[in-house]
């Protein structure tokens, strides 16, 4: 698995989510049982990971939903 994006935003999290499955990449939302630790405020981002053989597609498709500021480099 390769990071693909971070955020603590539910909704982006929820929609690229989303967008993988479709595609049939594999993809995995980690850090999601920190809210424990840092007391449900939201401050740690969430880490979306995707198969690491097919991270140039799912950057494509995370493009052209119109999310390309949210990519890790």
């Known amino acids: ?3 693909l994006l971070r955020t603590n935003n539910p909704v982006t999290i929820s929609f690229v989510e989303t967008l993988m499955r ?4 594999g993809v995995l939302v980690a ?12 401050i740690i981002p969430r880490r979306i990971l995707v198969e690491a ?15 390309e500021n949210e990519l890790r480099n």
Not at 22 to 25: D, K, L, P, Q, T
Not at 31 to 42: A, F, R, T, Y
């Open 31 to 42: 850090d999601q049982n920190m809210s424990i630790v840092e007391g449900s405020i939201g």
């Open 53 to 67: 053989d097919r991270i140039e597609q799912a950057r494509r498709i995370v493009r052209d939903a119109g999310l």
């Open 1 to 3: 698995m390769e990071e």
């Open 22 to 25: 479709e595609a049939g990449i």
